[in-house]
């Protein structure tokens, strides 16, 4: 009975590290983003220049890579499966938000949908192998 306890234990830990990782990866995500779109005072449903929208790129690229590597920090043995996670949770809130919004212009949802969530799976790939 003692080892069933014990694994039981184990179980729960590992899946509370994964959700933590997942919840504290995706947060990174989430609250950067805002606070540039805030602070740069960028309105994400209105058209921009070409020069903005390579470096909102760039910014979300690092800040998405860096979601999974800090995530898929709280369970190295699932860290690929917390860089997933993260990057599903990107794309569904990304595209969530481009079907809310069908009358505005969606380049940020675009970022989001093809760089970033890409990006925070490949954080977490890069914590699985170091």
Do not use: D
Request: glycine share 10%.
């Amino acid at each position: 009975m003692p080892v069933a306890a014990s694994s039981k234990r184990f179980a729960y830990g590992t899946t509370g590290r994964c959700l933590a990782g997942w919840f504290l990866g995706y947060l990174i995500s989430l609250v950067s983003s805002i606070a540039l779109f805030l602070l740069a005072r960028i309105p994400p449903e209105e058209p921009t220049t070409t020069g903005v929208f390579t470096l909102i790129a760039l910014y979300g690229i690092g800040f998405a890579v860096l979601a999974g590597w800090v995530g898929a920090g709280f369970s190295r043995e699932n860290a690929s499966g917390i860089g997933i996670a993260i990057a599903f949770t990107i794309l569904i809130v990304a595209v969530w938000s481009w079907t809310a919004t069908p009358l505005h212009v969606h380049w940020s949802q675009s970022i989001a949908i093809l760089l970033m969530a890409p990006s925070a799976f490949a954080g977490g790939w890069l914590r699985s192998v170091r």
